[in-house]
């Protein structure tokens, strides 16, 4: 017998009766494998290229030449082809197998009725067959070319996302090639059908085997709304390189033109951005362009330093409210304008800016607009750990106000501190001393007016904590803890109220804001204060994984003198108390979570705020919320909304947030979503306050996705999203 190359591991199990040394045929039976066997670590390692052939029975004569027969498997590596019967040359390296052949592989699976291998570069041709690439799609081909790697060529074929049996969708083909290292296919003669309805044809298809982006059609946007008619929105991406895309949107609106969307995105080692722009050309509505620009691009060095661009521009304070579609872009106010250069180091942070205002709410008055900082240097910093324990810092700022109308000029603040803290990681004790200077340089000022001013202010505050836990024993031995804290600040009185003020407000006072030592957000103020604050704070944790089972506070101020310095127009606060804060977050219970928060004010007696939140998810694909919100003389809300299944692949939606003091509905909407294995598809219909004067618009989206050929989150997703917390 010739003797067969090493190449090739012939694994027989000889019965010695039947062994023929002087014969020209070899007739022997082998142990049976499991043709069913798929690669994983259980098979045994073969030297690099090698080829096993395990069969039932095997004949080979003295040239090389041989057919095996039952039970067929022939491993190489981490493929295995399965037939019936299988022919080989030992010379030139080639198989051809035939009955119920099968190719199974980590990135590809094909079955057919035969099929020819060449080892020496593995590639394997099949004749009616069935193809599955695992975690991609499955098909079916008349004639099938597929090397080990590069890119399968198949003929008359047919192609789709969804499971065996199931052909809601399918991509039919002339031809039909598939770059399984490049990520996508492009097909030759291709018909689109949808539930066997032929929805399009073109000469030329491409489309994606995996998430990696593409040049393509993206999945097309319909929709309607009252205020800008019938949708219909065509992304095109572009795939320019690696590191930077392009899309292309034309929006057609049945009442206002096309919009034409434009967005070109970057990214390299040091820098990433954005460029957008929109544009609609002579609105039927208005007669008018419409624009919209935004820019946004940062460069970082590995020094610590970086640069930040962030702008937009609108062409008409209505932009939004005509064209913006969803409550918190109508709600806008002001667009921003900021390029900025920062450095954090270890001691030192460093910020330059440039800032300016776009106001689109045509309410506010020349006085209210927001000045324009051109430029504003600011630098901060700290050190820990000096000599007696001592840490040191430093606020410091220097910028200068711009605006059309009313006083003007440059203000520098600086802010040095010193602390010394106390204690241990369980308990701590941290006295601050603190003096803040403020001067001006004022133009525009009135006759007789002071143009040079300065404020000299001591702040001294001494703030401390602790930290008590226990296990709490049963079960689940979970961590309890109590967590104090008072801080007492002492802020002499100084008369300001000829200090300008160009960017200085009271924030909204809650727990976060209960230890600050000024009650004034930005330096134009320093509020006198003798006051102390107090908070408590439970926990209830899990040691094993951090998980807060429920978390209790409760905190405010006392004033041991009453507060004189104000904002212009606002009067002086006489009590000896702030309002109480308390909060209650309980997740106890898997399926439930309940938030609890109030505001009261003892001298009245009344609530000030209230908010309700209450969570039911039983499972990920399902969620029920509810909430109440109240802020005296301003607002009381109910916000309901939800998201369950309603059968077999359904799925409801809906959000209704209502305004209790104006008996009328903020935000509502009711959608069903369809989603199989290979598509899906979603209606919502959505009614909400368009407009700053209260004008309501109607909406209709709906989106249509094939699972395969786009992946591209859809705006119906995003308001869901937004609209309901907890959807998945």
């Not at 609609?280 to 930040?308: C, F, M, N, P, V």
Request: hydrophobic share 35%; net charge negative.
């Amino acid at each position: 017998m010739k003797t067969i190359p090493q190449q090739i591991l012939l694994i027989l199990i000889l019965l010695p009766a039947m062994a023929m040394a002087d014969g020209d045929v070899c007739d022997v039976f082998a142990q049976t494998d499991d043709q069913n066997l798929q690669p994983d670590e259980t098979w045994p390692t073969l030297p690099q290229d090698a080829i096993e052939i395990t069969a039932d029975h095997a004949e080979i004569n003295r040239s090389g030449e041989g057919e095996v027969s039952g039970n067929v498997r022939l491993r190489q590596n981490d493929s295995a082809l399965l037939a019936e019967r299988a022919r080989f040359n030992a010379e030139t390296m080639s198989f051809s197998l035939s009955g119920n052949v099968r190719l199974v592989s980590p990135t590809l699976e094909l079955s057919g009725q035969s099929a020819n291998f060449l080892s020496t570069n593995r590639t394997m041709n099949f004749s009616e067959s069935e193809f599955v690439l695992p975690g991609t799609g499955r098909g079916a081909a008349k004639r099938l070319d597929a090397p080990e790697k590069g890119i399968i060529k198949l003929e008359e074929v047919s192609f789709t996302t969804c499971p065996p049996g199931n052909d809601d969708w399918i991509l039919e083909a002339d031809r039909i090639s598939l770059d399984r290292e490049g990520g996508n296919g492009v097909a030759k003669g291709a018909r689109f059908r949808f539930k066997g309805v032929p929805i399009l044809y073109t000469p030329t298809f491409s489309f994606p085997l995996n998430d990696a982006r593409k040049t393509g059609f993206l999945v097309p946007r319909i929709g309607s709304s009252s205020r800008t008619g019938s949708e219909v929105q065509i992304p095109f991406y572009l795939n320019l390189a690696p590191n930077y895309d392009f899309t292309f949107t034309p929006n057609i609106m049945s009442k206002r033109g096309v919009l034409w969307q434009n967005q070109f995105r970057y990214l390299t080692e040091r820098n990433t951005g954005r460029l957008e722009l929109d544009y609609l050309s002579s609105d039927k509505e208005t007669g008018e362009d419409r624009i919209l620009g935004s820019a946004y691009h940062q460069t970082r060095w590995q020094s610590g330093w970086w640069a930040t661009l962030d702008a937009s521009n609108v062409s008409d304070s209505n932009y939004f409210e005509d064209l913006g579609g969803s409550v918190g872009l109508t709600s806008q106010t002001q667009l921003e304008q900021n390029l900025q250069l920062e450095y954090n180091g270890s001691n030192w942070s460093f910020l330059a800016r440039v800032q300016n205002f776009q106001t689109i709410d045509d309410s506010i008055t020349d006085e209210e607009k927001p000045y324009t900082r051109a430029p504003q240097l600011m630098a901060h910093g700290y050190w820990p750990d000096l000599t007696l324990g001592l840490s040191a810092g430093l606020d410091s700022e220097l910028v200068r106000f711009e605006r059309n109308l009313g006083v003007t000029g440059t203000r520098l603040n600086v802010a040095p501190r010193l602390s010394l803290p106390l204690g241990n990681p369980g308990i701590y004790l941290t006295p601050t001393l603190e003096w803040e200077f403020t001067g001006y340089t004022l133009e525009n000022t009135l006759p007789g007016e002071e143009t040079n001013l300065s404020r000299n202010t001591p702040i001294f505050s001494l703030d401390s904590g602790l930290v008590l836990d226990r296990y709490t024993g049963g079960e689940r031995n979970l961590i309890s803890t109590i967590e104090p804290r008072m801080q007492y600040v002492y802020i002499p009185y100084e008369g300001q109220d000829d200090l300008p003020v160009f960017d200085t407000g009271v924030p909204d006072f809650n727990l976060v804001q209960l230890f600050r030592r000024d009650r004034f957000a930005g330096p134009d103020r320093v509020g006198d204060t003798n006051h102390l604050a107090a908070g408590l704070t439970t926990r209830l944790l899990d040691p094993d994984n951090g998980r807060q089972y429920l978390a209790a506070t409760i905190g405010g101020q006392y004033y041991f003198e009453n507060q004189r310095v104000t904002l212009p127009g606002v009067a002086p606060m006489d009590r000896n108390s702030s309002d109480v804060f308390a909060e209650l977050d309980f997740g106890f219970f898997n399926r439930w979570s309940l938030g609890l928060a109030t505001q009261w004010q003892p001298t009245e007696r009344t609530s000030q705020k209230n908010v309700v939140r209450i969570q039911y998810k039983p499972k990920d694909d399902r969620v029920v919320n509810f909430a109440y919100r109240m802020q005296r003389d301003e607002l009381e809300q109910t916000d309901l909304s939800f998201s369950w299944p309603v059968g077999q692949n359904w799925n409801a939606v809906g959000r209704w947030n209502y305004s209790l003091p104006d008996g009328k509905t903020l935000d509502s909407l009711v959608g069903l979503e369809y989603e199989s294995c290979c598509w899906a598809v979603r209606l919502v219909t959505r009614r909400y306050i368009a407009s700053r004067s209260g004008d309501r618009d109607s909406s209709i989206m709906l989106q249509f996705n094939f699972k395969g050929l786009s992946n591209l989150g859809s705006p119906v997703e995003k308001v869901l999203a937004m609209g309901i917390l907890g959807y998945e």
